[in-house]
């Protein structure tokens, strides 16, 4: 028995031995891996600065440059608070087929999400935030005006504007969307300085377009291509939209945009980059 303890107490011994000279230890001297070095800090996505009285700064276009001919294509994935019992019925409001374009094409793009939008389609949320290829932007959680009078969707209260922003944001959380851009378009494009103020401290800029695709509803493909192509230039910001019972034609429309675009010698980017490049 004595000499088994012996035996223990050296293996233990032996074991400490070789632990004060392992890799994590600090008394290993030379022999001691160096800590790793920090990453980069994450850099927070360009936005605007507050407007007059610390409204919600408000994005059009980019650069107007000859030189580097940008262009984003953004894409409203439009889907209201109310449209549930119309997704249960077989009604599609997602647009797999013009994602899955965009990706062919290799062409970078914003899709501006409803929340509850992210919810219905959690995987397709999921993906798209994933993709480096795109970058998800707040388009409400409930896709209801901020405005009265606005192509007659319903409004949502000043007093819960500001919450209908942020369940957008929670729903993109929850769908598994890693980063969702502080970038914000309003339902329709309808705002006022009332809503701006309503937003104003959440740190958005609100992204709006210089070029309507008229793709809403549209069944005619050539005529939604004519309508961008006669419309874009240097730095454009072009509206369509990632919906396929409400916009049928986009992804046709798509596939002659792109390569004439960059015939003309302009290169898509994201929003991000084009307020990334606007003046301060």
Same mark, same amino acid.
């Given at each position: 028995?004595?000499?088994?303890?012996?035996?223990?107490?050296?293996?233990?011994?032996?074991?400490?031995?070789?632990?004060?000279?392992?890799?994590?230890?600090?008394?290993?001297?030379?022999?001691?891996?160096?800590?790793?070095?920090?990453?980069?800090?994450?850099?927070?996505?360009?936005?605007?600065?507050?407007?007059?009285?610390?409204?919600?700064?408000? *994005?059009?276009?980019?650069?107007?440059?000859?030189?580097?001919?940008?262009?984003?294509?953004? *894409?409203?994935?439009?889907?209201?608070?109310? !449209?549930?019992?119309?997704? @249960?019925?077989?009604?599609?409001?997602?647009?797999?087929?013009?994602?899955?374009?965009?990706?062919?094409?290799?062409?970078?793009?914003?899709?501006?999400?409803?929340?509850?939008?992210?919810?219905?389609?959690?995987?397709?949320?999921?993906?798209?935030?994933?993709?480096?290829?795109?970058?998800?932007?707040?388009?409400?959680?409930?896709?209801?005006?901020?405005?009265?009078?606005?192509?007659?969707?319903?409004?949502?209260?000043?007093?819960?504007?500001?919450?209908?922003?942020?369940?957008?944001?929670?729903?993109?959380?929850?769908?598994?969307?890693?980063?969702?851009?502080?970038? *914000?378009? *309003?339902?329709?494009?309808?705002?006022?300085?009332? @809503?701006?103020?309503?937003?104003?401290?959440?740190?958005?800029?609100?992204?709006?377009?210089?070029?309507?695709?008229?793709?809403?509803?549209?069944?005619?493909?050539?005529?939604?291509?004519? !309508?961008?192509?006669?419309?874009?230039?240097?730095?454009?910001?072009?509206?369509?939209?990632?919906?396929?019972?409400?916009?049928?034609?986009?992804?046709?429309?798509?596939?002659?945009?792109?390569?004439?675009?960059?015939?003309?010698?302009?290169?898509?980017?994201?929003?991000?980059?084009?307020?990334?490049?606007?003046?301060?």
């Amino acid at each position: 028995m004595i000499l088994l303890v012996r035996r223990i107490a050296a293996v233990c011994a032996l074991g400490a031995a070789l632990a004060a000279c392992g890799p994590g230890n600090p008394r290993a001297g030379s022999r001691a891996t160096p800590p790793a070095p920090a990453g980069p800090a994450p850099t927070r996505p360009p936005t605007l600065a507050p407007g007059p009285g610390g409204l919600t700064p408000v *994005f059009h276009h980019g650069p107007r440059s000859q030189a580097d001919r940008t262009v984003a294509l953004t *894409f409203d994935a439009d889907m209201t608070a109310d !449209q549930g019992p119309r997704a @249960a019925a077989g009604e599609r409001f997602d647009h797999p087929e013009l994602i899955t374009t965009l990706r062919t094409l290799k062409v970078p793009a914003t899709v501006f999400m409803t929340g509850r939008w992210a919810e219905e389609y959690p995987a397709e949320a999921r993906s798209i935030g994933r993709d480096p290829l795109f970058e998800v932007a707040n388009h409400s959680y409930s896709h209801y005006a901020f405005t009265d009078d606005c192509y007659g969707l319903p409004t949502v209260a000043e007093e819960r504007m500001r919450a209908d922003v942020t369940r957008a944001y929670a729903a993109f959380r929850a769908a598994g969307v890693p980063e969702a851009k502080p970038y *914000f378009r *309003f339902p329709g494009g309808c705002y006022d300085r009332r @809503a701006l103020r309503a937003l104003s401290g959440t740190g958005v800029t609100a992204v709006q377009w210089d070029v309507v695709g008229g793709d809403a509803f549209a069944t005619d493909a050539g005529a939604v291509s004519r !309508q961008v192509l006669r419309g874009v230039r240097p730095g454009s910001v072009v509206v369509l939209h990632c919906t396929r019972s409400a916009a049928p034609a986009t992804e046709r429309a798509i596939r002659t945009i792109v390569p004439e675009l960059r015939r003309r010698g302009y290169r898509f980017v994201k929003v991000s980059e084009l307020i990334g490049s606007a003046p301060r």
